[in-house]
């Protein structure tokens, strides 16, 4: 461990070099015209694996972006995990917002401000570093593998079948991610649950061209107001969607466990003034916390119609569009609940307009049991590192692609990230806090060495 | 009358290419962008007028567009006539629904195809050319002031203050205006009343950026629904607006009223063919001509907020924003709908966004009475052009500054459109037939010729 710290120390200036190195890389897998950056941040990656001791790195073409994969297999009898990251990253707009350029990293305050400082870049990086620093001491505990994609924050579409192709090469014990937050170095926790994602785009078209709202205004079907009638009726008043079917599946959670979520410490004030909001909105009968973990939630992503420029264009629109997310708690299907969605919203569409609704992308919701050797080998390196042990969260976001590897190659995923929520990732102004990246490479190591002792004793 | 017809004969050509002229000056209003073009085609209409026999011909600066103002004043015991149009027009986009270019006017099928075909160069250049020929065939018979403004498609802000300040200049007996529609040349109509109008911008504020929904959603009101939410609640389920005090100040028009009205021929299906939807609206109770002709209504113009592009990105937009427009029938005063609408969509916001609201521009509605010389001589141009009486309409469109004319001149106005609706104005794809524009330009001297022996009798 004391070696782990002064390897840190000693390189610490060429650990930052190379993940500014990393984050330079536009890999913003939204728009299609970045194919090459994909490329060259995988090849960077493939290079820092290769360099830092794989026996094996190569970048996997795949119909979309590509796939890095690295191995260092040490000892048959030893478990193996099976490292899963994401060089791509969220688009940057609205660029105005930003303090610093999104891909020019700079330190301020003691944070990485960039582009995937944090989401996944940074934390990822962590995964790397250790790995390096694993080899450089002599203190591999245990095989490894790393799983490197691209397409993480648009829908991870081939990695099913990057899975699926290579699933033999990828035989694990665990998958280990870095991609979450905790609370805070004062109250370090382990996100134990995520929750599912459903994501659909709407539109609706009515005559078929721009009209002049004078003249056909009272006669012709708005699409915009239609629109907007239409996602008014997903939820009701008490902030339950009101998509028939929707709860259906919907585990509700036990008086014991609502209690022990509610231990984990939660300041309304501090958490409205880190979003500049004067009031929280929550489903009645939930606390925050819980209209954030455990319950479902529908959220329009992005609306758009008519005319959007400066001044006043009277107009009655040919059409309007909405991009509109569902976050899943276990037992709810992601495509299940695109499919009642769709269906309820095109029952809600008047005569004279028409629907058009297609399911962009989604995966389940995940739950991790606590008492696993993969679930307390994390709660053990936390507990070192902090000296405190870590509580179990149930977090808002969606990693979709844990439910496909549980589904494709067996494996549990463990979440052991070292973000925080201030750090604003996929907003403007993003950050990673230097203290978490070099905390998360010491964790790393020891979940590692704990890993392996725990499933010798198991 | 024969004299005209073969003047125009003779000069077709020339008249199409000076039309075309005018037309390939992008004088688009609604971007700050094309001051230059605004110049050049006020100067282009000042030329005109010189060369057509004004005695006087200016292009007046204004804190807006310019105003071309042009005169000749024959004999001070003959009645004068205002003709009132406007160079500007309406942006052209979306560029890619139009068949040809629309700066570059195209003869097919008997019509002009350009923006500002119809609305309001074409109907604008008729009065140019009938003025040209009275001069030419020594028949004006009234004396005819020009007042041509360039800010009609973006709020006429500039012309209530030119009209203050040149009120001693302008003094005329009625305002002649060609931007309306008539039904059919089968079916010719006068425009005898126009809806008012109400603009108005929104724009819901939620978290100080954009947030990750899965994070966040179900504990930060997200301001893209709530914007949904109020708009969707400014109609109720019979079409009515919901708008306290909306409805205080309109006029319900009496059974016979409606009767008459219901006179003119109505195809719903030809209607619904020739936008493209399979279903009309209508206010309950009030039928499809009733719904823009004498009711008020509410449209959303555009709406827009948080991600629009391709692809999936999971935000909880900061903010989201809608124009909504309001056509009014007599009695209601633009401003105060406006401070009604504003009013009650605050009223509708929950706790955890803020709203911003302002009033964009609007004017009064406006009712012509039937039994006076002005309207009289419409009606007897029509019907010797037409060999028909031509109906009176009430049209769902609006010129909010004919109530500013009324105001500030005390001059009531006319309408003498020439347009069909087919013309799409405002559309892609806007054009104008040969045969209105001809038969506009037949029209007018003759206006001028019984409109000067229906003063003189009275």
């Known amino acids: ?48 694996l290769e360099a830092n001791g794989a026996d094996r790195a190569e970048v996997y073409a795949t ?37 610093s350029n999104p891909f020019e990293p700079e330190i301020r305050d003691g944070k990485i401000w ?52 290579y699933r033999d090469m990828l035989r ?49 079907v708005n699409p915009c107001n239609v629109l907007c009638d239409i996602i008014s009726k997903l939820k009701d008043s008490d902030g339950r969607i009101a998509i028939p079917g929707f709860y259906d599946a919907v585990a509700v959670p036990t008086d014991a466990e609502r209690a022990k979520m509610a231990e984990r410490p939660f300041d309304p004030e501090k958490y409205k003034q880190a979003v500049g909001v004067d009031a929280l909105a929550a489903e009645k009968g939930f606390t925050t916390l819980e209209s954030t973990g455990i319950r479902p939630t529908l959220d329009v992503n992005g609306i758009w119609g008519g005319y959007t420029g400066e001044g006043a264009k009277t107009i009655l629109p040919a059409k309007a569009s909405a991009k509109i997310s569902m976050r899943l708690v276990p037992y709810q299907k992601a495509e299940e609940i695109a499919t009642l969605a769709i269906s309820h919203i095109r029952s809600l569409a008047p005569a004279g307009v028409r629907v058009r609704a297609e399911y962009l992308h989604g995966g389940e919701a995940y739950v991790s049991p606590l008492d696993t050797p993969e679930y307390l080998a994390a709660e053990k390196a936390y507990t070192e590192i902090y000296g405190r042990k870590p509580i179990p969260i149930r977090s808002g976001g969606s990693i979709p692609i844990i439910s496909t590897f549980e589904k494709i190659l067996g494996i549990k995923s463990i979440l052991m990230g070292f973000g925080l929520e201030s750090d604003a990732i ?17 964790a790393i190591p020891l979940y590692f060495k704990y890993y392996a002792e725990l499933k010798k004793k198991g």
Chains 1, 2 share one sequence.
């Open 1 to 48: 461990m004391e070696n782990i710290k002064n390897y840190i120390e000693t390189n610490r200036e060429r650990f930052l070099e190379e993940l500014f190195g990393l984050i330079r890389i536009h890999s913003v897998s939204a728009s299609a015209a970045n194919k090459a950056d994909m490329v060259r941040a995988a090849e960077y990656i493939r290079d820092l």
């Open 172 to 220: 694990s014990d665990v998958i280990l991610i870095s991609d979450t937050t905790m609370i805070s170095p004062e109250m370090p926790s382990v996100t134990s649950g995520l929750r599912g994602l459903s994501y659909i785009q709407v539109e609706v078209e009515g005559p078929d061209r721009d009209l002049h709202s004078g003249i056909y205004g009272g006669a012709v």
């Open 63 to 99: 119909p979309g972006n590509p796939v890095v994969y690295g191995e260092k297999m040490i000892d048959p009898s030893l478990p193996t995990i099976l490292v899963y990251g994401h060089y791509d990253v969220m688009p940057a707009e609205p660029l105005d917002k930003w303090t």
């Open 426 to 442: 996929h907003s403007p102004n993003e950050s990673y806090p230097l203290e978490n990246l070099f905390a998360g490479m010491r």
């Open 114 to 165: 960039a582009r995937g400082a944090d989401d996944d870049k940074g934390q990822l990086f962590m995964h790397l570093k250790a790995f390096e620093m694993m080899n450089a001491t002599g203190t591999l505990a245990c095989n490894v593998r790393f799983m490197i994609e691209g397409e993480e924050e648009a829908g991870s579409e081939s990695i099913a079948g990057f899975c699926s192709e």
